[in-house]
């Protein structure tokens, strides 16, 4: 599978180059991932060195699971052996602003990672540290996420 492209060269590198930071809609899908005692792992972001969720934006020419499978490889070394959709996010309270001011409504895929294979890498083009975190302890931006993981029976939710 192919790598992402560096910003300028990426899809939304390229689609804010043309609008400047007007709002666009941009799909994008996460991961989580536990490990054996029930800890979730995040990465600390290169970018603005805050704890998250591995994931991204979707690039041309793939799909969603496959933006879920690059972004865990290039933010953890992990491959995804098998994953399953638990709820999709795209409402209007979702917006947000960007650390270089773009404004973005996401439609979000989140993904359970049911299985994967390879050894965490703490550190990497997109990472700075990595590690499973009790739920607990998890920034409170996950909450939501973390709850829904806990009801999903199978139906994915929807909000």
């Given at each position: 599978?192919?790598?992402?492209p560096g910003?300028e060269?990426?899809y939304?590198?390229q689609?804010?180059?043309?609008?400047?930071?007007?709002?666009?809609i941009?799909?994008?899908?996460?991961?989580?991932?536990q490990?054996d005692n029930g800890?979730?792992l995040?990465i600390q972001r290169?970018?603005?060195l805050?704890?998250?969720i591995?994931?991204?934006?979707?690039?041309?020419?793939?799909?969603v699971?496959?933006?879920?499978?690059r972004?865990?490889?290039?933010?953890?070394?992990?491959?995804?052996i098998?994953?399953?959709?638990?709820?999709?996010?795209?409402e209007p309270?979702?917006v947000?602003?960007?650390?270089?001011?773009?404004?973005?409504?996401p439609i979000h895929?989140?993904?359970r990672v049911?299985?994967?294979?390879?050894?965490?890498?703490?550190?990497?083009?997109e990472?700075v540290?990595?590690?499973?975190?009790a739920?607990?302890q998890?920034?409170d931006?996950?909450?939501?996420?973390l709850?829904?993981?806990?009801?999903?029976?199978?139906?994915?939710?929807?909000?």
């Open positions: 599978m192919k790598s992402s910003w060269a990426s939304l590198g689609l804010r180059a043309a609008v400047g930071n007007r709002m666009l941009t799909p994008g899908a996460s991961a989580v991932i490990d800890q979730i995040l290169s970018d603005n805050e704890w998250a591995p994931g991204g934006s979707m690039e041309l020419g793939y799909s699971y496959d933006t879920l499978v972004e865990v490889r290039e933010e953890t070394g992990l491959e995804v098998s994953a399953t959709l638990f709820a999709i996010y795209s309270r979702f947000f602003t960007n650390a270089f001011g773009g404004e973005h409504q895929f989140a993904f049911d299985e994967w294979k390879g050894s965490l890498v703490t550190e990497t083009d990472s540290d990595a590690r499973f975190w739920a607990n998890m920034p931006r996950y909450q939501e996420a709850s829904d993981l806990a009801a999903f029976a199978g139906t994915v939710i929807l909000k």
